[in-house]
């Protein structure tokens, strides 16, 4: 059971990129899943969330409007399309699964409630 995300590299500021979220050993469709970041120095915080039928999606206001997540289930991948791209989102983007749900209510963007993460893909946005 894991997840694998890929898809970051380097971008000039305007440009877009498109992360992608394998999951292997489980259907993604059963899940919430959302994306966090880490940037050098900082914590890790969230990007945004998506339930598995992709009726509720919640962004965090620094992505609102340049940020969309969706969903493949028959490729059981989960996608970040980021558009307008700004150097302060150079980060570390990870994937995640809920811990001990299927989905959730309230802040779904707490780290704390995710138990599967895939690895980190760079994203650098720089000119």
């Known amino acids: 059971v894991q997840l694998q995300a890929s898809g970051g590299g380097m971008m000039q500021p305007g440009g877009s990129l498109r992360l992608s979220c394998a999951a292997s050993g489980f259907s993604l469709r059963n899940y919430a899943i959302a994306w966090f970041r880490e940037a050098p120095g900082k914590e890790r915080e969230g990007v945004g969330y998506?339930?598995?039928?992709?009726?509720?999606?919640v962004y965090a206001e620094a992505v609102k409007g340049r940020f969309t997540m969706y969903r493949d289930n028959a490729k059981n991948t989960v996608y970040l399309q980021m558009n307008s791209l700004k150097p302060e989102d150079t980060a570390s983007y990870y994937c995640?699964?809920?811990?001990?749900?299927?989905?959730?209510?309230?802040?779904?963007?707490?780290?704390?409630?995710?138990?599967?993460w895939g690895q980190g893909t760079l994203v650098t946005v720089s000119s």
């Open positions: 998506i339930t598995g039928t992709s009726s509720t999606q």
């Open positions: 995640a699964r809920p811990r001990n749900a299927h989905q959730l209510a309230g802040n779904r963007l707490d780290m704390a409630r995710y138990g599967l």
